[in-house]
């Protein structure tokens, strides 16, 4: 038989794309029992398992086989409806052939990449920023600007000085700028109301597009500063949102909310690699739920899991260890200074905790080893704080 050379089939921008690191490398083998100060996941308490298995029964009851067919529900055209009012809520308004729905926000961020981004193609990103994202990117283009993220998100000052010098030296400007403005992951801040503004008289000035990942925008522990897709004017931003952290991320639910003549080419790519059935379980599940009563439960419990934590630093954390204090999500960012967190992650893992190691979410990991997220949502109180413990222990003994 011949010998197959399966790299000769791989188009260049491929080849280069698999010589880095496989995507989830930055997600460790837990033992079992682990307590999971890791997982970006929503509290398992929260996920309503019983009102979907009923919404599922319901749809097929009353539709028979109509939701398994290729063109699916109606009630998909509801789930349009139903996301358009909650946006509403938010202070975007938008018509319904401006959403298009997508097979969760990573699917969304990645038909936006392969839409606008070729491997000569710029693009911006906040330093630290969400991994999956910087995994996509990627996978399009080498090119990727960074821009710092401090309490009040991601520096905008800074980022006009990066785009005036780029084009007075006539490098390519970025073609889009992907920001989380609202409970960053992984810094778990929120960008001021100033920097938003400033953001968008940015894009308007250089000429570039915002992709708006809002996928903890809904879980705030106070008022919060509107989405930047509500100043949206010129039809620059594309708010992408997703139910992963407020329903359930099993059911690949989420959107791009953008201008009309953009969703038509999206759409061109997406074909039907997205969920009918799951979209119209959710349409099914958003019909008998009061979400607004629903939002104020998850609110409320992710801010008290949230102090938990960081009563719970202050208490077992040496004092050299510094946080951002987060008004929302799902993340606390903490930095110890002198460590390099990567290094530690199996030793903790012996405890029995787990945590992301900050590096994974830089451009440049070197820059981000004394950094470390902890995640409140998935672990339970006790577990909470029992995690938090250890880990204090661990650095404790690292840093006297
Ligand atoms: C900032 C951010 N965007 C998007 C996602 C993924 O959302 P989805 O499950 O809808 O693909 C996550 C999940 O961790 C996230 O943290």
Redesign the pocket.
Known sequence: MVKMNVESFFPENIKTALKKNPPGAWMADLPADCIRLSS?YPDPALVPAEQIKAASATLIEEEHDLPLHYLGSPRMIKLKKQIQNRLVERGISIQEDEILITA????A?DLIARVLLDERAVVAVESPT?M??LEIFQNYTDQIITIPVDELGMQTDVFAAVLEERKRTGLTLPNFLYT?PTFQ?PTGTTMSLERRKHLLELASEFDFLILE?D??GELAFNENPPPLKAFDTEGRVFHVG?L??VVA?GM???WIAGARSFITAFEWFKKDLDHPFAQATMAAYLENVNFENRLNTLQATYRIKCDILLRSLEQYFPEQVTWYVPEGGYFVWVKIPGIDTSQLLEQALALGVSYVPGKFFFVKQQVGTEYLRLSFSYADKEEIIKGIQKLGQLFSRLLK
């Open positions: 970006g969760g926000a990573c699917q961020i969400y999956e994202a989380i992951n990942d996928a903890y997703s992963s952290k991320p690949r639910i989420g």
